[in-house]
C-alpha cells in the first residue's frame, strides 16, 4: 500500500566530483542534511567509494567509465568528463530508482557544479536539483560574467587593474591560471565555462562560502545567479559542535600520519610551528621544491612539511639530515587537526578554496603560495582583503626563491605586521562559527532548503 506523503522522509542525493578537494565540502553539506533531519547519500565513483566514513550518511556508487583507477586512467580531462557523463547519468538514474519504492525516494539531487548533466537526471525523474560550487563567491562571479559574455577573453584591464562588479581591483597574477593563460588550459576553463550552462532551471544555487566574507561579491551578481551561501563547510568540531562527534571530513584518498603529527605538535612551544602543505593535486617543480625547503630551514622556525608520496623525490638531497628534529616531513595528516592545534602559528598554504576556508575557521595566518586555477583569486583575498596572510613574490621565471619565503615566514611570525594578521584571522574564525551557528546565516540558508524539501514530502517530487 502507497505510504502517506507526510510519512515519506526527504531524501537528498549528494554527488560530488570525484576529487579530495570536492568529496570533503559535498559530504560536509551531507553530514548538515543528516544532522537537521534528512535522509543524505552520497554518490560517488567506484574508485573513491572505499574512502567515503561517514556516519549518518549513506554511500552509493556510480560510474564514471573508469571504475578501476578513476582519472589516471581517463588520461585527460575531456576524456573523463564525456565518460562521466555518459555513465553517471546512467548509474545515477539507477540510484535515484533504487529508492523510488522506499519510505525516502530520492527528493532533491545535490550536484557539483562540475556536472551540470546531474540536473538533466533530477529533471527526468521530475524531483529537485540543485547546484554546489565549491570555489570562492570571487570567482564564480567573474566566471560567470565570462559565461555570459559580460567578460570577454581576452580580459581588458584599465590602468593595469581588471575591474569587475563586486570584487576589487584585480592585477593579472590574482586571475585564476586559466584566464592568465586561456590557451594553455582549455578543457580547464571549458568546465568552469559548462558549470552554469543550466544553472538557471536549478532550484537552488550552493556556494561554499558565507556572507560576512563574501557578501559584495554575492550580492552584485545574485539577480543573475542567486546562489546561497551555506559555508565554510568544515567538520562541525572545529567551528560550531553541533554534529556529533563530527571532527574529521570522513573521506581521505590518502592513509594520514594524525597520531605521528599530533605527538610531534605536542612537544612545540604554542604558535612556534610552521605548517606547510600544498593540497592533494598540486606538484610543484623541484627548484620550486628546494627553495621552499631552504627557505623553511634558514628561516629557523620548526615546520610541519606535508609532502605527497609521489613529491618526495624533489626534496634537496640530503635534507632530512640538515633539519632534524625541528622538522617533520610527513605523506598526510588531518590538517584541521594541525590547524586547530595550539603550536601552529603559520599556515603556508596554495590558497585552494577548502585550506583557506580551513585557515580562516582556524584562525592561523597564512603564506600564501599559489600555483593553479582559483588559488591566485584566493591569495589575493588573504592578503590584500581579509588581512589574514601574505603572499610572497615570485621571480621571473615564476619561483617563489628562499628569501622571499623567509621574509614571508618572519613577518607573518613576528613581523611589524604579526599581531594585526593575527587580530584579523581571529575575527574571520569569529565569524565563520557565527555564519553555521544555529541562527548564522549560512544555517538560515540550508534551514530554509530543509525545510522546502521536508514539508514537501511526496509532494517534492516534482512532476515536468
Partial sequence: MKMEAEQRRAHVVVLPYPSQGHINPLLQFAKRLASKGLKATLATTHYTVKSIHAPNVGVEPISDGFDEKGFAQAGSEVVFLKSFEEHGSRTLSEVIEKYSSTDAPVTCVVYDSFFPWALNVAKQHGIFGAAFFTNSIANSNIFYRLHCGLLKLPLEFHDEELLVPGLPPLNSRDLPSFLQSPGTYPAYLAMK???FTNTDK?????????EA????????????????LIGPMVPSAYLDCRIDKDNTYGASLWKPLNIECANWLETKPPKSVVYVSFGSMISLTAEQMEEIAWGLKESGFPFLWVVRPSELDKLPQGFGEFVQEKVMIATWCNQLEVLAHRATGCFMTHCGWNSTLEGLSAGVPMVGVPRFADQFTNAKYVEEIWGVGVRPKEDEEGVVRREEVVKCLNEVMRGDRSDEIERNGRKWMELAKEAISEGGSSDRCINEFV?????HGEEGRQVD
Avoid: C, M, T, V
Fill in 451 to 455: 525545510e522546502h524539501l521536508a514539508s
Fill in 193 to 195: 565555462l559548462r558549470q
Fill in 213 to 228: 566574507l563574501e557578501y559584495e561579491e554575492a550580492k552584485s551578481i545574485s539577480d543573475l545567479w542567486p546562489a546561497k
Fill in 202 to 210: 536549478a532550484d537552488w544555487i550552493f556556494g561554499n562560502s558565507f
